[in-house]
């Protein structure tokens, strides 16, 4: 099991948000079995939350609750986990576009505040937690309520911790923030558009490249053992 997580929201929210966390990485692979207790102790709660979180991911076909066998894991295929990031690249695409125009001179202050908080956080594990709050304005910034649900619900597909399993695209990450952060500020709708649809797209080519990497190594363990 990973580190205990800290991010906010109910215990509800944590467990659905780590288990389905460790269900897209592969760490809880298909046809693996989740044991309630060992859960249950892990997040220091009772069993009312966690079930209630599995009974969300039970609702997303991410997991199977049957009375007597217990639960277990689903997963997700590689194509669906891009077709998911495609989706949630043109609602973001969309909250971009209209943040620019709809964003108040305060909320694009806060905005700025979240992107230099992001950077602050360069190389940090808390970095994701920094990352969330910075979409999450520019979501806020479009004014939309139905959109804002949409995207909640499309969002979950991607990790919490994406910055930190993938190091690497940090720094691009990082310059696509200021990009963004520079159309939105100009006043061009369909420039913020692009650039957030594509800093989407891209974050879902490399999980699936990883999970197809993580697939394909243990088949072939799998094929030798």
């Not at 908080?117 to 937690?129: L, M, Q, W, Y």
């Not at 920094?130 to 597909?157: C, D, G, K, T």
């Not at 930190?164 to 720094?171: A, R, V």
């Not at 963004?180 to 369909?190: K, S």
């Amino acid at each position: 099991m990973s580190s205990p997580v800290d991010v906010s929201g109910t215990v509800r929210e944590r467990a659905a948000r780590e288990l389905r966390d460790r269900i897209l990485t592969g760490t809880l692979p298909a046809g693996s079995r989740i044991d309630l207790d060992a859960i249950t102790a892990e997040f220091a709660t009772s069993r009312t939350p966690v079930r209630e979180a599995l009974l969300e991911l039970s609702f997303e076909g991410l997991v199977h609750i049957a009375p007597r066998s217990g639960i277990t894991v689903i997963g997700i295929e590689t194509a669906d986990v891009l077709d998911s990031f495609t989706i949630l690249g043109v609602l973001t695409g969309q909250a971009a576009a209209w943040a620019t125009e709809r964003i108040t001179a305060e909320e694009l202050a806060e905005l700025r505040r979240l992107a230099a908080e992001v950077e602050a956080r360069s190389g940090s594990d808390s970095i994701g937690e920094a990352n969330w709050r910075f979409h999450q304005e520019i979501h806020r910034a479009a004014h939309s309520p139905r959109l804002a649900a949409q995207v909640r619900q499309a969002v979950r597909v991607v990790p919490f911790n994406f910055l930190t399993l993938f190091p690497e695209h940090e720094q691009h990450s990082l310059d696509e923030h200021r990009q963004l952060l520079d159309a939105i500020a100009a006043g061009d709708p369909e420039r913020a558009r692009r650039i957030a649809e594509q800093h989407v797209l891209e974050a879902g080519r490399s999980l699936v490249a990883w999970l197809e990497r993580r697939n394909a190594e243990k088949a072939e363990t799998d094929a030798t053992s």
